[in-house]
């Protein structure tokens, strides 16, 4: 079984910053792809950053140049740095893993985060 807990969203003011984390712990191998999401009410959910294994992040064009995600492989974790941040950044964030259950094995399993509310307001 695999848990998700991510952590570091809250209150910032419009230009702050925030750090989200995202930490996956129990019976896994390894992580394939780690990325996150965010969604609005109302609104389908959508991919934010994501940065598979290699290396080699993509980002939505809105976010391009004020977030950051990057990953620690021995921790499990996956983090997005977030600078310059807007009113429309404003959302319940979401990671997303694509887990290595077995050495040998190349089915991936999925498992996102319980999502963490960002608000940028003044």
């Known amino acids: 079984q695999v848990q998700v807990v991510e952590s570091g969203g809250g209150l910032v003011q419009p230009g702050g910053s925030l750090r989200l984390s995202c930490a996956a712990s129990?019976?896994?191998?390894?992580?394939?792809?780690m990325g996150w999401y965010r969604q609005v009410p109302g609104k389908e959910r959508e991919l934010v950053a994501t940065i598979p294994a290699g290396g080699g992040a993509i980002y939505a064009d809105s976010v391009k140049g004020r977030f950051t995600i990057s990953r620690d492989n021995a921790k499990n974790t996956v983090y997005l740095q977030m600078n310059s941040l807007k009113p429309e950044d404003t959302a319940v964030y979401y990671c997303?893993?694509?887990?290595?259950?077995?050495?040998?094995?190349?089915?991936?399993?999925?498992?996102w985060g319980q999502g963490t509310q960002v608000t940028v307001s003044s």
């Open positions: 129990g019976s896994l191998f390894s992580i394939k792809a």
């Open positions: 997303k893993l694509e887990v290595f259950l077995r050495k040998w094995s190349p089915v991936t399993s999925t498992y």
